[in-house]
């Protein structure tokens, strides 16, 4: 393996075992001293991504972009980094230029939808949503912003569907159950049991999720008796 391939090799190891501070220190070093070399500059935007630094995600984003125009690579991370930097209209342009150059993908309509999220255009953010999901539905996160798409417009029962449809896709994912747990508990005890169906149909061990959290183990344990 040349040092070029043995740098970025340890970069994505790092990244894979969590160790963010590290690979941006050894990609920041790298891209300083190799400034054409894309592979370098989308990890250095996606371990940016990975940090929550969407300034600096955008910067190397940027550079990405730049030496290579049409790489569908490129262009996702530029807008997620849009995305996380608060420029959703300029994400939603990015994502369209996705579409424009490559296809319409379930990635590219999420992106749109996310930043219509972000201005609270939320009836329009369904609609995208929905059109991801007819081209991608085991999605997990498809399913969690159509979610939030939903809660945005107050349409609580169709939030809480959509939120188990999540989970029920990825149940590794604690934030998704975090997510369903929030738009179903003020409903319990409150005229709202039927819910639990639409829930327990989605996530069958989802009671037992509920019972592990001490601040509303009473108030499933009457919901449930």
């Known amino acids: 393996m040349t040092d070029t391939g043995a740098a970025r090799q340890q970069a994505e190891n790092w990244i894979d075992a969590g160790h963010l501070r590290a690979a941006a ?17 989308c990890l250095l935007a996606e371990t940016r991504l990975l940090q929550g630094r969407g300034k600096e995600a955008l910067a190397a984003a940027s550079v990405a972009s730049r030496l290579d125009p049409r790489s569908e690579r490129s262009l996702v991370l530029l807008a997620e980094a849009q995305l996380m930097a608060k420029e959703p209209a300029r994400a939603a ?27 609270h255009r939320y009836p329009e953010a369904e609609s995208i949503f929905r059109k991801a999901i007819a081209i991608s539905s085991t999605d997990w996160w ?26 029920q ?50 108030l499933y344990s009457s919901a449930a008796s």
């Open 142 to 167: 498809l399913w969690n912003d159509l979610g939030v798409a939903f809660l945005g417009q107050n349409r609580d029962v169709e939030a809480i569907d959509a939120f188990a449809r999540s989970v």
């Open 93 to 119: 342009q990015t994502a369209q230029l996705m579409i424009d150059m490559h296809r319409v993908s379930a990635r590219a309509l999420d992106i749109q939808g996310r930043a219509m999220l972000q201005t």
């Open 25 to 41: 220190d050894l990609l920041r070093k790298f891209v300083a001293l190799n400034p054409d070399d894309f592979g370098a500059w």
């Open 169 to 218: 896709a990825n149940p590794e994912i604690a934030g998704l159950r975090d997510n369903l747990f929030t738009a179903s508990a003020a409903f319990v005890g409150a005229g709202g049991l039927l819910l639990w169906g639409v829930v327990i149909e989605r996530v069958p061990d989802f009671a037992s999720h509920l019972g592990s959290l001490p601040a509303y183990s009473m």
